[in-house]
């Protein structure tokens, strides 16, 4: 069954970095749009970053534009986002998620705070 395991949040001051990465298995994940959502307390659950399939092509909300890089390493069925100069109001659960395929994992929690 698919699986997609998030993991490397954790609680970071104003300025600093992260990056996440995204375990997955049950399907072929080199053939996959891989996307990063996150959901704020209180908000819907908004898509950031998005990977072709190829690797060769990627895209960002507005929000975190020229701070956050999404990548992905098919050897390993992860992907991955790099966050710089995180902000508070960057503090949410991140998730990733196999384009087309109707499955969430349990994210991980990123909070930005001094």
């Known amino acids: 069954q698919v699986q997609l395991v998030e993991s490397g949040g954790g609680l970071v001051q104003p300025g600093g970095s992260l990056r996440l990465s995204c375990a997955t298995s049950?399907?072929?994940?080199?053939?996959?749009?891989m996307t990063w959502h996150r959901q704020a307390p209180g908000k819907e659950r908004e898509f950031i970053a998005g990977?072709?399939?190829?690797?060769?092509?990627?895209n960002y909300a507005d929000a975190v534009k020229g701070r956050f890089v999404i990548s992905r390493d098919d050897a390993k069925n992860t992907v991955y986002l790099q966050m710089n100069s995180l902000k508070p109001e960057d503090t949410a659960v991140y998730f990733c998620?196999?384009?087309?395929?109707?499955?969430w994992g349990q994210g991980t929690q990123v909070t930005v705070s001094s």
């Open positions: 998620k196999a384009f087309g395929i109707d499955f």
């Open positions: 049950g399907f072929i994940f080199s053939t996959y749009v």
């Open positions: 990977i072709t399939s190829a690797g060769d092509s990627t």
